[in-house]
């Protein structure tokens, strides 16, 4: 009895038949679409990286991340993944993941910017999730509060 119950104990959330399997996702970088009159900035450049750490980071208990290094030289000459005519799916099949997601900052204004995030599933070329948000200011802080805004309030709500 002692030997079934140790049995029980050490089969319980952590053994490897019980794991929650986490879908596989390739995570592609922010672009930058500046529609506005005024030129993009070194800063709104170093804000596009920021982005992308705290959109793995925000992604991570959802997917497992795929490394997209193997596929960088071929991305090269790519201003924006979402431009490429469904590069992205051949480039996610490519690194094994099932799914694929990608932003981009839309700059209308030094006052008025969107953020906006889309999830396919690679497979099908379907559309999983696809959500934008509005954000005021050209600051750091906004750009990050919108993604955190994005990810938790539209993406994934209650989730």
Known sequence: MKVLLLACALAGPFSPAVAK???????????????SLAASTPEELARLQRLDQQLRDGLRDRFELIDIGPVRDRLA??????GCNGCE???ARQLGAQQVAYGWVQKVSNLILNVNLVVEDVSTGRTLRAESV???????????????????????RGE
């Open 21 to 35: 399997t986490l879908p596989t996702v390739a995570v592609f970088e922010f672009a930058l679409t500046n529609t």
């Open 77 to 82: 000459g790519v201003d924006s993944i979402r």
């Open 134 to 156: 509005d954000i005021r200011s050209n600051t750091d802080e906004s750009w990050s509060r919108g993604l955190r805004y994005l990810l938790n309030e539209r993406m994934f």
């Open 89 to 91: 799916l051949d480039l």
